[in-house]
């Protein structure tokens, strides 16, 4: 099997331990399938059926399930993945991403949803939930909606008490949902009420009557299927509202917020793994570039490699119990930018016409720019940054 | 002159017929970028966005300064499209009870832009020897206020039928006509 990589360990890696550094080889030496399954996948995006064999779609699954519900426990060269682990789940991502991002928005598998059920659900729900995905089960996340993505505490999507006084009724529409209309189930947030802790989790099917879901075409990224949703009095039964015996300000709006932060790391991740594929890619195709150009490309690698430490720093934050918002925001906005520069330069430095002459290359550049959306914007996040300054917390008090 | 509120496809055929009319205008490596109306030749990748590309042919034309700054002011107006459309859009946003558009890291971008886009119109219009390695720089800045604007978009502006793909192809053509080809020299 060909060798993608051109270079030694990525840098950055260093701050992993032995474990991970493993499981970042395994999934690394799995590069060239998953490429070949990206391009399939950005053919024909509903082409993931055909490729569920894949080892990688299995590693995928693994690694958003925690191990006690895992059907089954994919070998990586003595590694087993403990699915709770966002550092873990960072590394899997990043380095499948390398291969290709499609395959791991297209994939079977609890995904962000299985990290909301995770995070609320109760035992019950979280056994109902991942008994499922021994599927092959496709999950979504729906929280954005066409009149409000990023002011996501005044979503608009009604749970109303039914009027036969049987559960609620979910009214609404949800927009950009990842495998929102191809999904067997997911997680929808609606409000019950006004203000932050009205906002509910629930479980939606999507064989449910009065849900109707479309495809919505993208530039790249084509593997996500990103969906609008529709639910026209979408029945839901107490049992399917996720964390139903909390509190209101432990349940729906804050178990958005914690599989976003949880999530906000792996999108980072994405968006390195594709950079340093591009990296990679231009160095193999470019083997004896000039040292001026060479030293733009070692260049782009290191600050890649800085985001990545930062990366890694703040996934293992979060694995601590320790999260700094602002900290996890910087570094998936950094990521995403950082990402789309390594794409544009391995574009140019393959210069003129490449971007007929290199499909993947070309693909690679469309699709890395869908991080800039996923789990925040920039705004939000250089926002959130500020905050972080007022309030004293962005940096962290020991000096680097 | 090419009009960009057409679609980006169908202005770039109408700068290849000003350019060279009845045929299609090839790049200095031997490529040529049109609509998949005019090079019915079917590219996976570019037929999606309506476009598509082939080798030169003995039917094509060398894309002398003519084209390439037809290529820049078509990239130019476009981008003037994008911010009107950027404002439409996120007057209709809203957060807090108010639009997108009052907030000023927003104004701020639209602002930014909209000076960058008029010093790249300058810069190709100012008198002087045309220049691969100018209209390069140029076009550089221009797909990086391009992707800035995009942004503004939200998710829109990842959609295959948004502003994302008239921006796309203005990337692809730079990439084709206006890349200097300098690669294997030192930076
Ligand atoms: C590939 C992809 C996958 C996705 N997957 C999912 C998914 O699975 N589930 C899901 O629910 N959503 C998903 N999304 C949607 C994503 O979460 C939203 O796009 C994002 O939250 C932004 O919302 P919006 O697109 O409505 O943009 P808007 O919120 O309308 O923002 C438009 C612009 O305004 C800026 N802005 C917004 N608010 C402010 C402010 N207060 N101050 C200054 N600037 C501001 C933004 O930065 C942006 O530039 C996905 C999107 C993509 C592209």
Redesign the pocket.
């Known amino acids: 099997m060909p060798d993608l990589t051109t270079a030694g360990p990525p840098l950055g890696t260093d701050l992993l331990d032995a474990r991970l550094t493993t499981v970042l080889r395994h999934c690394r030496d799995m590069a060239p399938d998953i490429r070949a399954a990206g391009a399939a996948i950005e053919r024909d995006p509903d082409a993931i059926v055909t490729l569920l064999d894949l080892p990688a779609v299995a590693v995928l699954r693994a690694a958003a399930t925690p191990q006690r519900y895992q059907y089954e426990t994919p070998d990586l060269d003595g590694v087993t993945l403990t699915g709770t682990s966002c550092l873990e789940w960072t590394v899997v991502l990043e380095a499948v991403s390398y291969g290709d991002p499609g395959l791991v928005?297209a994939g079977p598998g609890p995904s962000?949803s299985g990290a909301a059920v995770a995070a609320l659900g109760s035992e019950a729900q979280c056994a109902d939930y991942f008994a499922r995905m021994a599927g092959p089960t496709w999950t979504?996340?729906?929280?954005?909606e066409p009149n409000?993505?990023?002011?996501?505490l005044e979503l608009e999507t009604r749970l109303d008490r039914a009027p036969d006084g049987d559960g609620w009724l979910l009214n609404g529409a949800?927009r950009?949902?990842?495998n929102?209309a191809r999904a067997q189930l997911g997680v929808v947030f609606c409000r019950r009420a006004p203000g932050p802790w009205g906002i509910e989790a629930v479980l939606a099917d999507t064989s449910d009557p009065g849900f109707r879901g479309e495809l919505l075409p993208?530039v790249g990224?084509r593997g996500?299927r990103?969906s609008h949703l529709r639910f026209d009095g979408v029945r839901v039964a107490p049992a399917q509202v996720l964390g139903l015996d909390r509190p209101p300000s432990r349940r729906g709006f804050h178990g958005a917020m914690t599989t976003l932060l949880r999530c906000r790391p792996t999108i980072a991740g994405m968006a390195l793994g594709v950079g340093e594929a591009a990296c990679d890619y231009a160095a193999r195709q470019r083997p004896h570039l000039p040292a001026g150009q060479r030293a733009r490309l070692e260049a782009m690698r290191h600050r890649i490699g800085a985001v990545r430490r930062l990366v890694y720093e703040v996934a293992a934050d979060i694995d601590a119990g320790v999260v700094n918002a602002h900290r996890v925001g910087a570094v998936k906005m950094r990521a995403g930018h950082v990402g789309a520069e390594a794409t544009m330069l391995a574009v140019d430095l393959l210069g003129p016409g490449s971007l007929l002459e290199h499909p993947w290359l070309a693909k690679a550049s469309r699709d890395v720019r869908?991080f800039e959306?996923?789990?925040?914007?920039?705004?939000?996040h250089r926002?959130s940054i500020f905050q972080g300054l007022l309030k004293g917390t962005f940096f962290p008090e020991r000096a680097a | 002159m090419a009009d960009s509120s057409i679609g980006y496809p169908a202005s770039l055929d109408a700068l290849h017929e000003a350019t060279a009319p009845g045929r299609l205008v090839a790049s200095a490596g031997g490529h040529v970028v049109a609509s998949s109306a005019a090079l019915p030749l079917v590219d996976g990748d570019l037929s999606r966005f309506g476009a598509a590309w082939a080798t030169a042919g003995q039917d094509t034309e060398p894309a002398a300064g003519q084209f390439r700054l037809g290529l820049l002011r078509l990239h130019t107006a476009l981008l003037r499209d994008t911010v009107t459309k950027a404002m439409a859009t996120?007057d209709g946003?809203t957060?807090d009870g108010t639009s997108?558009l009052s907030?000023q890291?927003?104004q701020g971008a639209l602002a930014d832009a909209a000076a960058e886009i008029r010093e790249c119109e300058q810069m190709y219009l100012m008198p002087g020897p045309p220049g691969v390695a100018k209209d390069w720089l140029i076009s550089q800045r221009l797909i990086a206020t391009g992707r800035r604007l995009l942004?503004?978009?939200?998710?829109?502006g990842?959609l295959a039928d948004g502003p994302a793909v008239d921006l796309f192809l203005a990337e692809v053509t730079s990439n084709v006509y206006l890349h200097p080809g300098t690669e294997n020299q030192d930076a």
Request: charged letters at 15%; glycine letters at 14%.
């Open positions: 928005l962000l979504f996340f729906a929280l954005t409000k993505g990023s002011a996501v949800k950009f949902v990842g929102g993208t990224l996500a990103l869908g959306y996923m789990e925040g914007t920039t705004n939000v926002q | 996120l946003r957060a997108l907030r890291l927003i942004d503004l978009f939200g998710a829109r990842f």
